[in-house]
């Protein structure tokens, strides 16, 4: 059984910084791409960064230049530092990786999601 598991939301006001982690746990072979989506109330889910096994990241516009996503594939875990936060990413923050799992003798491919996170930006 393999799980995401985040941590490191909550409030803080405009201007402020957040760092989020999310850590893979089971069992399992190996983990590709992880990122970050993001969905507020009455609006789909958006993704917000997302980087790939070797390091390369890819931000939403709304974001570069303000958030930074990384990872440590020795612990299997995924990072956001957000900084200078507006009240528009308010939102519940979901870490998602592709990840192989061994069975029967081959490695079956599946996303995965966490939980999410609860990410408000207010005064």
């Known amino acids: 059984q393999v799980q995401l598991v985040e941590s490191g939301g909550g409030l803080v006001q405009p201007g402020g910084s957040l760092r989020l982690s999310c850590a893979a746990s089971?069992?399992?072979?190996?983990?590709?791409?992880m990122g970050w989506y993001r969905q507020a109330p009455g609006k789909e889910r958006e993704l917000v960064a997302a980087?790939?096994?070797?390091?390369?990241?890819n931000y939403a516009n709304s974001v570069k230049g303000r958030f930074a996503i990384s990872r440590d594939n020795a612990k299997n875990t995924v990072y956001l530092q957000m900084n200078s936060l507006k009240p528009e990413d308010t939102a519940v923050y979901y870490c998602?990786?592709?990840?192989?799992?061994?069975?029967?003798?081959?490695?079956?491919?599946?996303?995965?999601w966490g939980q999410g996170t609860q990410v408000t930006v207010s005064s």
């Open positions: 089971g069992s399992f072979f190996s983990i590709n791409d």
């Open positions: 998602n990786a592709g990840i192989y799992v061994r069975v029967a003798g081959s490695n079956r491919y599946s996303f995965y």
């Open positions: 980087i790939t096994s070797g390091g390369n990241p």
